[in-house]
């Protein structure tokens, strides 16, 4: 070739080596333009191919006589051809080459093969586009290291946008103190990293009437997903729900065999517009939680699927062990806040036992320990309260109360519906009858039926929409004073077995209190009862005599006391008058006074005077056995002469109202009843037409404010200020004057005015 050096071989000119090697010089420009390592082509602007050598022709397995002709942009895949005339054709027309413009051709089996072209756009004399001539390069090789590479890239990309997600999963759980918020953090968080249609977090809850092998299944977080997929992805695993928990991440995939197999699954995912759903197990140290349901498919907003109808789609390795992982820190933040909202319910829980005890401590009877109970009840724990006490006739419901003020005229009206003791199948009936809390979680229509006492209890109840009932019988030492019947309407969260528990602390709170207010009112019946028998009736009409007695027992302890009066016609024409207080204000108190009293009525059958009441008394006291001490005042008095004897055994003198003024009587005291004797002195005088004698026992002066002496100053000014000697006025004043709502010791006041 001219212009090119060639550098002779070994052993001469004459030698063959060269003649063959010489011969291949002088045909190389054509051999190296047909079978060059790329192929080379040449074309009219509008792409004709009009010359092409071998190799190209080679790469399409197609004859050259086929390839002329054909227009290149004809030989490109559907890609090529819209670059080539959007992209290629406009560059060269504006820049006169275009240089490693990638493209794919079609080979003549329909195969792709990956390219790289050059080309270069030649004019004619006058500057016209006139021909097109192109290099390809075979790219396959190239294009595959490429795509692994972009391959590797989004690799990591999406490795480091799972380890962001996983890192925003972590500190949102972190920050999350209920299991609602857990929920919520699961549900976006997961959705968004695997742009899911919806999403659900359900919780496993075993329900305690439920069949064990078909656990109860609770939306705790929900966003996108139909409730009827739910419901029918829970029938369609059935009783094998809890082994399917362990199966691990799973996919549901909507195809032929799921629609015969599963129908009503299908057709709640076909009218979702999903196309598979993915079951993620939520986990804690090894126990089933629940599961991450995670709905995929296509909705309006997807104007292009690049997955052919009916294409299979599986989850990737990396998907799965993100959902995996997100399964077990769901379950155990889910553990972290049951236990947090656990501590919190127990301090609630404790709060409200505290505030019921403090609450039953102020109450003063039954009826009002009730009511308040009741009140508090549906403040804090229940939507309806009924509280029960067993009597001699029937269950007395002294207690109704509703949470919603709207229903509280429905619950007023079971007030009225005293249920049966004996035949009844009613929760509140069977728990007093066994003796045990009867625990209704799920109340159905069936169950309300079987309560009812008549069609009307049965309307109250429906319209009261009860969803649970627990009743506590109130059991004290073995006696059933009634029971406290707790409901939850369908509006509150089902009642738990740590509610139950509460309930059946504050029965046996309420319990108590009910059995002790019981006796305390028995205590307080029996001594009114005791008190009635043991006081002398009215005192007897005398003439000339206008008289009044007041009897008052404490307010502390029992409603009886020591103390006594009494007015007793003597042989002739005397009285006997006496008033005592014997020490105490309890039971035994009243019982002394009844045999005090019996005794010195017995030993007026024949006349002693006061003096020797006393002597008798203290030298026969030992005989008596008389378990307290007393003291008492003794006295005769003749209406028609005024003829005034007393004797005192350790007892306040009497007043004296005379003419506006009040004075003690000069009375000396011999030794209380009880203590070693001693004689005895009487006082004698005359009661004045007019005036007013006052008897009266020690309750009436003493105060723990102030001191014996002042109690009498006050007796005398309040006596001289009553501006009255009428004996029933002259009682009520000294009674308003001295007296208060709370007394600390019995009060026993005997009046008399000679008139």
Known sequence: MTGMAEVPPTGGPGNEPWGRLDRL??????????????????????????????????????????????????????????????????????????????LDLVRADGTLLSCLANAVLLRDDEGTPALVRATVFEATARRRYERELLTAQRLAEESELRSLTLQRVVSDLAAATSVEDVGSVIVERSRAAMDARGAALVLVERARHETPDVPGLRPLWSEGLSPDVLLELRAAAGGRLAVELERGVRSIVLDDPLRTAQP?????????????????????????????????GEGPGDLISLQEPEEPRSLAAADVDLLWTIGRQAGQALERARLHEQTARQAERASFLLEAARLLAETADVPETVERVAELVVGRLADLCVIDLDTDEALTRPAVRHR??????????????????????????????????????????????????????????RALELAAVVAVPLTVEGRQLGVMTLAADRSREPLTAADVEVAEQLALQLALVVAKAQRFDLAVRTSHVLQDNLLPPAPPAVEGLATAVRYLAATRGVD??????????????????????VVGHDITAAATMGQLRSVYRALLADGPGPCAVVDRLQTGWPLLGLQRMATALFASLDPSSGALRIASAGHPPPVLLHEGRAAFLPVRPAPMLGAPPSAATEWTGVLPVGATLILFTDGLVESHSADIDEGFDRLLAATSSAGTSDPDALCDHLLAELTGAHRADDIALLVLTRR
Request: proline share 5%; net charge negative; hydrophobic share 40%.
């Open 25 to 102: 010089l002088d045909e190389d420009p054509a051999e190296l333009y047909e079978n060059a390592p790329m192929g080379y082509l040449s074309a009219t602007t509008d792409g004709r191919i009009v010359k092409v050598n071998r190799t190209f022709c080679s790469w399409l397995g197609r004859p050259a006589d086929e390839v002329l002709g054909t227009r290149f942009q004809e030989l490109l895949s559907t890609g090529g051809r819209v670059y080539y005339e959007t992209h290629l054709t406009p560059l060269l027309r504006m820049q006169g080459a275009v240089r490693e413009i990638a």
């Open 404 to 461: 919603d003020p709207a229903r509280l005229h429905l619950a007023e009206e079971l007030r009225t519906r005293h249920l049966p003791r004996r035949s009844s199948g009613h929760p509140s009936v069977q728990a007093m009858r066994r003796g045990s809390t009867e625990w209704i979680a799920s109340v159905d229509d069936e169950f309300l039926r079987r309560i009812a006492v008549d069609d009307r209890h049965l309307e109250v109840m």
């Open 560 to 581: 009886v006391g020591g103390d006594f009066y009494d007015v007793v016609p003597l042989p002739g024409e005397e009285i006997g008058l006496a008033v005592g207080d």
């Open 264 to 296: 009503a699954l299908a057709a709640a995912m076909v009218s979702s517009a999903l196309t598979e759903l993915v079951i993620v197990p939520v986990t804690a140290d090894g126990r089933r939680l629940g599961v991450l349901v995670l709905a995929l």
